[in-house]
Every structure is written in C-alpha cells, then in structure tokens.
C-alpha cells in the first residue's frame, strides 16, 4: 500500500493515517494470532477501523483497543468525535473487524488498565505534546510483551515535542517510517 491508496482508503473516514495505513499493514502480518494492540488517540477511527480489517483479512483473532475521550467536536460543530466514530464503525467497518474493537473513552492514563506485558503493540498518536508523549511512552512500556512493538506517529519538524520524547525515552534502534516512528522491545 502506498500514500496514494491509503488516501483513497475509506476517505469518508477523517485523519491523517496515509503513513499509517501502510505501516498497520506491515505490522498486522507480524502480530501473533490472539495479538492484543491499543491505539491511543482514536479521532474517528481510520487507522484503528483498518488495523481491525488488516486483521480481519489475515484472518487473526485480535483485540484492536483504542483509548480516546472523544470529545472534541471538531471539524463538524456540533458532531463529536465519539459520535463520528460511532458512525464509522457501523456504517464503515466490516462485522469481522468490529468484533475485534474496543474502546475505552479516557484519556492514556487507562494503560494502566492493562496488565504488565500483555500488549503486542500500542501505537501513540493522542498528545502531541513532548510532556503527553512521554507519559504515553513510560505508561506503555511495562505493558508491553517481549518482542512487542511501541509505535506512534508525528515524528516530524511539525511535532518536535513527539520526536524529542522519543529520543528521550527509547533507544537509538527507534526505526522511523514517514512520520510514523517505531521500537521493538528485546525478545
């Protein structure tokens, strides 16, 4: 998949995912049948909804969970975006990626939901912030099985808090694809 198809993917569904998109794909191939993965920062859904189908397609059973307030009302007044996800899912979403899907309406601080080294994947795309990136990453990092991923996207000039958090907090073996940014913990 390429930028141009990932912008042709679901274009009713809002978000800046054409990084994204390709890399889930790459990523969704790897995860372990029964992966578990969490997506903080869930907008409207587009990447979340795809990493879903991504599996779905592969045929794996997941937990595809995204943490999100879903508050904002932007960019239709008056339309949450709980309430634009709410619409995607079931207007835009297959039955065999909705069943993978859970969301909990909360800030990343739900993390600590989790048991310790029990995520196959969290991927980081809420704050943007290099303060909110770093709780993300130092909440993540406990729950994460070995050889899981820690992901998250906004590495760019744009968001330099994002990439001075990273720096900070992970090793030098941070791969960076586009903008999406991305470690493996040790096996």
Same mark, same amino acid.
């Given at each position: ?58 045929? =794996? ?25 709410? =619409? ?96 493996? =913990?040790?096996?």
């Amino acid at each position: 998949m390429n930028a141009v198809e990932s912008e042709a993917w679901r274009p009713q569904i809002r978000g800046w995912s054409h990084d994204i998109l390709p890399w889930y794909r790459r990523v969704a191939e790897d995860l372990p049948e029964g992966a578990r993965t969490v997506e903080i920062g869930v907008f409207h859904g587009r990447s979340l909804i795809f990493l879903a189908e991504e599996l779905a397609r592969l045929g =794996k059973r997941a937990e595809v969970w995204g943490i999100d307030p879903l508050e904002a009302h932007w960019p239709e007044p008056g339309m949450s975006s709980w309430a634009a996800f709410v =619409k995607h899912l079931h207007e835009d979403c297959s039955p065999e990626a909705r069943e993978r899907i859970r969301v909990i309406r909360a800030t990343s601080e739900a993390l600590v939901a989790f048991r310790p080294a029990s995520l196959d994947l969290v991927f980081v795309d809420g704050r943007h912030e290099e303060p909110g990136v770093r709780e993300d990453i130092t909440l993540a990092l406990p729950r994460l099985r070995p050889g899981a991923i820690l992901a998250g996207h906004d590495y760019s000039e744009q968001f330099d808090g994002v990439r001075r958090a990273v720096r900070a907090l992970l090793p030098s073996d941070v791969q960076v694809h586009g903008t999406v940014w991305s470690w493996r =913990k040790a096996a």
